[in-house]
């Protein structure tokens, strides 16, 4: 394409130099008589023209510095009256300037005010967990969902599974961060999932179970289910079942005083090994020594985050164990096992009475929902004293009303001992006879 347009090119710049260098008299030839004076005058006048335009002031500089100084004066006096607006605002003398309806605010409709979304369905992490069939094998625990360990803290105002006894029944129990133990319970016996016997709602309480440790502890009446979920860690469930030990669950039996205990026990040094130490509970703290007499000693923990768990006995090498485990994160701080059955109901009892006064008086708000317990138990004990006592009465009226008519027949003998007409075979017989 460049060498199409190379002629073209070399062709133009001859000529345009042609022209610049040969005169107008040699290209055109030269003018007439009647065409010199013409083209003489034209030129004089043009030359005249062109001066005139050189010597005369330029209209546009003018009007330049004219447009500047009104626009200089139009800025001065627009602050003036902005100073003028906002000293008046500042006195009083003036509401605050508002905007214009009127003047575009550049920004596009605002779209329309939606109600609040609904909050969410709460998800039940529990309740949806899939249970194959029980046709083929015996299921010993619930099925743990890999979804739960994920949540470690349940959703406000989900359901949890709470176990009968068994695996195999259970209830659904509202739960949020103020459901206590004892209302799970009264939710429960209200179904009527508990054995109406006299006196079984002091006897049953809800157990925390950890079956991949073999772990659980009666969870006392005060408590909150939500914490003890938070704290659980690992796959777990609520069981209700008869307890041991139902006094130093209650409300109204929380100690005044810190327990001391002290004695041997076998306590676990790694996954194999046991060895035989002195343990002492005292000041609200566990210390562990070799020996009775033995210095230093170890402060294993304190009840402040510590509670109490009881031990499967598969686990326990010596028949009967517990272990110390803390409340707010997975970790078990102690486990011991000793042969005595004795001596493990003691230190099961005096590590309850131990948590439970520090408990209390760490933490005023479960002091305050243990107080508020006592005073429902107490209206809950004297209803079923009084509907005792309205059953008794009622069968006290049925039995006396009962003895009054049990004896004699229903026609009494003498009313057939009446007077035969005179002249009748009937009449010559002897009354006796003649009533039977």
């Known amino acids: 394409m460049d060498k199409d347009h190379a002629p073209l090119l070399g062709s133009f710049e001859g000529e345009r130099v042609s022209t610049t260098t040969v005169s107008d008299d040699e290209h055109y030839g030269c ?13 004089a006048l043009s030359m005249r023209a062109a001066r005139a335009e050189d010597d005369a002031p330029l209209l546009h500089d003018d009007v330049c510095c004219t ?11 627009e602050k003036a009256r902005q100073k003028d607006r906002t000293l008046e605002i500042l006195e009083g003398r003036r509401a605050p300037m508002q905007r214009s309806r009127t003047l575009p605010h550049g920004r596009g409709p605002r ?25 083929r094998r015996v299921i010993t625990a619930p099925v743990p969902d890999w979804r739960a360990a994920m949540t470690q803290r349940p959703p406000h105002g989900c359901q949890a599974r709470v176990f009968l006894q068994t695996v195999q029944r259970y209830r659904l129990v509202p739960l949020n961060e103020h459901t206590l133990a004892w209302h799970a319970m009264q939710f429960v016996q209200a179904q009527g999932a508990l054995p109406l016997l006299p006196g079984a709602h002091d006897t049953w309480a809800i157990y925390d ?16 289910l939500e914490e003890v979920v938070r704290a659980r860690g690992s796959h777990g469930y609520f069981l209700i079942k008869p307890v041991e030990w139902p006094e130093l669950l209650r409300s109204d039996a929380i100690p005044t005083y810190s327990s001391v205990l002290g004695g041997y026990v076998h ?41 109490v768990y009881m031990v499967d006995r598969q686990r326990a090498p010596k028949g009967y164990g517990f272990a ?19 001596a493990h109901h003691d230190w099961i009892r005096s590590l309850c009475r131990a948590r439970a006064y520090v408990l209390c008086q760490e933490r005023p708000d479960i ?50 001992d009446v007077p035969f007409q005179k002249g009748s075979l009937l009449d010559t017989m002897p009354p006796t006879t003649a009533g039977r």
């Open 267 to 307: 306590v676990q040094v790694d996954d194999r090994t046991w060895t035989r130490r002195w343990l002492e509970l005292r000041e609200h703290a566990v210390f562990l020594a070799k020996s009775e007499t033995s210095r230093p000693e170890v402060c294993v923990c304190t009840l402040l985050d510590v509670d």
């Open 31 to 43: 003018p007439s008589d009647e065409e010199a004076p013409r083209s003489t005058s034209n030129a």
């Open 67 to 77: 447009a500047a100084a009104v626009h200089e004066r139009i800025i001065r006096e």
């Open 367 to 416: 002091l305050a929902s243990a107080h508020s317990l006592e005073r429902a138990e107490q209206r809950a004990a004297s209803d079923r004293r009084a509907k005792n006592i309205r059953k008794q009465a009622a069968l006290q009226r049925s039995k006396s009303v009962g003895k009054q008519h049990a004896h004699g027949p229903l026609i009494q003998s003498d009313a057939f």
């Open 324 to 342: 110390l485990r803390t409340q707010t994160r997975p970790r078990t701080v102690l486990l011991a096992t000793q042969s005595s059955e004795a």
């Open 209 to 224: 179970v950890i079956p991949d440790v073999g772990m659980e502890r009666p969870i006392r009446d005060y408590e909150r």
């Open 111 to 135: 779209p329309p005010a939606q109600p609040p979304r609904p909050p969410p369905p709460p998800y039940d992490v529990v309740a949806e967990a899939p249970r194959p069939s029980t046709s």
